[in-house]
């Protein structure tokens, strides 16, 4: 796991729910096929309403029109972060348009356990709400050790949660290179 | 002595072989069935085969459940492709369990079942897993889909997993769960004929918000449960996730067992019970007495208000289908208010299974096979001039443009569906009133949201409905 992540922030508020991540019509794509799996890049984060996409002015695609991957490294999020339904193709599309990180107060748990099981994302709690605090463009660096987020735009830092049980799985990569490395699955 | 558990702790410690598990522990579980479908299907075979290898068999080919059910009345390619990916799947590792949409056979769009009764395929796979046999109290059921938690009814732990996870199950029958703490809902008295559980339910998530339940078991009792039908106790727990709930459950009864035993493909089970001074990190009771029929406004499953307070409200769409809505006794109860009457907007039907379609076409509105010169359920929906539609997922999430249903503009629907954040249904502009199917009913024959007590004042029979 890389440790200090920076890059640009994008933001968006609570409640953003898995059809907003990645509308169901994409789901067509299959993600164990190369060639289908970066249409979920494409389309990461459309289902946004455009007030809402990259706050807080809003108006701001994740994903600009007909790219496959974001300028943006670090997503934030308020609460609830990621409900709805349990599609994987939600942290996948994320990660997959090249974000490294989300940062939200709290997760729904399906996405918080696709995000880490699946080793896609790093899927951190900031202990403050951070929406508001940092707005989409602004220069962030997360340090995962450290527990921190620092807004490199405004100069404040902000704590964030220790990842806790998770922690095993996170560092081995997901929950087959975490199975594999604790004896439980055989080595590939 | 050992502390007294919920439900979903015996289930899980019962999983972990251990006599005891506390909240927050983390427990492996041997997990008794994994249900997938057409949309997280292929890519959870594409993981287990990465991870076990191209020749890898499942650990238990007669406790993987595949039930197309999202994308099947579309044009769509790939959509039909990723049927084929399920069918190569079943034919390699000899599955036992696999519902075909046996008309999907080439290009365009398919025409569908001719006959309910004739066709290997099921439609919606959280109605088609009890109809099949596929629950049971005590056990645990995992699904790549996040109305898994739906089986809960049954007095079992039920819920969603990625492909990642479900993948993980296919390869070694075991995941890893955090003990959730329990949540307690107690419903006192009897449902009254103008309220169902989706009334119940929305209550429940307006009073704890959407993630009021994140990471936690939700446990529905009281007399006001056990007074529902078995299917409307669906709706319940079927909703728990709208509240961020890791499962819900529901206490085994008669009607419980009289079900499973009737359908069960396995003739043994557990029947856990909540034990006396058991924990719960929350309790919050009703008198349905008292309570009234709710919606959820936009964009918001907890966005709650009564049907009566949003009656200045036009709709220009009434949808009534899904897990959630779209059982027998769920078009017992629409029809039960379109009967005689025509709808005022544009109205469609979608039965959750093809049991649910046969059964409209058996049965009469009070739910007994019909008779000589008897409407069916399904000709009373017609003769209201609702537009009815083969069974599945449907316009519920949307889902392909060419979806029956779904909102390719922005306008307003009232739908017996289970979410409406922006965009659920198709447009993200359109907006999504939630109701039971009483509610959506009433309001499809006034063109405006409508209280159901303005059309309802007996009860309604729903007789051998959805019962065994």
Not at chain 2, 132 to 138: K, N, S, T
Not at chain 2, 205 to 213: K, L, P, T
Request: aromatic share 8%; hydrophobic share 35%.
């Amino acid at each position: 796991m890389q440790q200090v992540i920076t890059g640009k922030a994008y933001v968006l508020g609570d409640d953003i729910d898995t059809d907003q991540i990645i509308p169901a019509e994409h789901l067509k794509y299959n993600p164990s096929d190369p060639a289908e799996r970066k249409f979920f890049g494409m389309y990461a984060m459309v289902g946004v309403p455009p007030a809402q996409s990259g706050l807080p002015k809003g108006n701001v695609k994740f994903v600009a029109e007909g790219e496959f991957t974001t300028p943006y490294t670090i997503v934030i999020g308020g609460r609830n972060f990621g409900c709805g339904s349990s599609r994987e193709h939600a942290p996948l599309a994320i990660a997959e348009a090249g974000a490294k990180v989300v940062v939200a107060e709290f997760y729904a748990r399906i996405f918080y356990r696709n995000c880490v099981n699946g080793g896609y994302l790093l899927p951190c709690e900031s202990i403050q709400r951070l929406v508001g605090e940092v707005s989409t463009g602004d220069e962030v660096s997360v340090d995962i050790d450290a527990g921190k987020l620092i807004n490199k735009t405004t100069g404040k830092t902000y704590q964030l949660r220790p990842l806790g049980d998770v922690k095993p799985i996170v560092d081995a990569g997901g929950i087959f290179a975490y199975a594999r490395k604790s004896g439980m699955l055989a080595a590939k | 002595m050992a502390s007294p558990m919920t439900v979903t702790e015996k289930i899980l410690a019962a999983h972990a072989r251990k006599s005891h598990v506390l909240p927050g522990e983390n427990v492996w579980v041997d997990v008794d069935v994994l249900m997938t479908h057409d949309v997280c299907g292929p890519g959870t075979i594409g993981i287990f085969k990465e991870e076990f290898g191209k020749d890898a068999k499942v650990w238990d080919k007669d406790r993987v459940v595949i039930i197309p059910d999202h994308y099947i009345f579309t044009a769509d390619t790939k959509c039909h492709r990723n049927i084929q990916i399920l069918r190569d799947f079943v034919k390699e590792q000899g599955l036992k369990y696999y519902y075909d949409p046996d008309f999907v056979t080439g290009g365009g769009m398919p025409n569908p079942y001719k006959d309910p009764t004739k066709t290997s395929y099921k439609g919606v796979c959280h109605k088609a897993l009890p109809e099949e046999g596929h629950v049971r109290p005590g056990e645990i059921l995992l699904g790549t889909d996040s109305h898994t938690c739906t089986a809960g009814a049954f007095g079992q732990f039920a819920t969603g997993v990625g492909n990642t996870d479900a993948a993980f199950v296919l390869g070694t029958g075991k995941t890893w769960l955090k003990v959730p703490p329990s949540m307690k809902f107690a419903f006192h008295g009897q449902i009254p004929p103008y309220l169902t559980a989706k009334d119940l339910i929305l209550a429940v998530i307006g009073e704890i918000s959407v993630s009021g339940a994140t990471y936690k078991s939700m446990y529905f009792t009281g007399e006001g449960v056990g007074s529902l039908s078995l299917e409307d106790r669906m709706t319940l727990t079927n909703m728990a996730i709208e509240a961020g709930g890791k499962n819900g459950v529901c206490d085994v009864d008669e009607k419980t067992l009289a079900y499973v035993r009737a359908r069960s493909n396995r003739p043994n089970w557990n029947v856990y019970k909540d034990d006396p001074g058991s924990k719960y990190v929350f309790s919050h009771e009703w008198d349905l007495s008292t309570m009234e029929p709710l919606v959820a406004k936009p964009h918001s499953p907890d966005n709650k208000d009564t049907a009566h307070n949003c009656r200045s409200v036009k709709v220009d769409r009434a949808y009534i289908g899904s897990c959630t809505g779209g059982k027998i006794t769920d078009m017992i109860f629409a029809a039960s208010i379109l009967k005689g009457n025509t709808v005022k907007v544009p109205t469609f039907v979608v039965p959750g299974s093809t049991e649910v379609h046969a059964d409209m076409k058996r049965l009469n509105i009070a739910g007994e096979p019909k008779g000589p010169g008897e409407k069916s359920i399904e000709q009373v929906l017609l003769d209201a001039g609702c537009n009815l539609g083969p069974s599945g997922c449907s316009a519920c999430l949307g889902g392909p443009v060419d979806t029956f249903g779904r909102l390719n503009t922005p306008i307003t629907c009232i739908s017996t569906t289970n979410r409406n954040f922006p965009g659920r249904m198709g447009h993200k502009e359109a907006g999504v009133y939630l109701a039971s199917p009483l509610t959506v009913a009433a309001s499809a024959l006034t063109g405006h949201i409508t209280d159901p007590r303005e059309f309802v004042s007996e009860p309604i029979a729903t007789g051998t409905a959805g019962v065994v």
